[in-house]
């Protein structure tokens, strides 16, 4: 499981691991952690993200959590 749309976004606009974890002012380690859903994120700290990074898009679309094997399973098929 993981936050697929957060870490597209945050190729899109350039946002990295560090810039995460500057604004949680945690190290990058945990943002890590908690961008890969290995740990959560707070309420708190996924409308800081948003409102910081991404303020045109949707909140529960950025942390949707989505299992790796479904997003490609989406992707393979998509290419048929």
Avoid: W
Avoid at 45 to 66: G, M, R
Avoid at 73 to 78: A, F, I, K, L, P
Wanted: aromatic letters at 8%.
């Amino acid at each position: 499981m993981c936050y697929i749309n957060l870490k597209k976004e945050m190729r899109r606009k350039s946002v990295a691991q560090r810039d995460i974890a500057r604004i949680l002012g945690m190290d990058e380690i945990m943002a890590a952690q908690k961008i890969n859903s290995q740990r959560s994120f707070t309420l708190e700290e996924a409308e800081k993200i948003q409102s910081e990074f991404f303020p045109d898009t949707e909140i529960t679309y950025l942390f949707q959590v989505k299992s790796i094997e479904s997003s490609q399973q989406g992707r393979s098929e998509s290419h048929k």
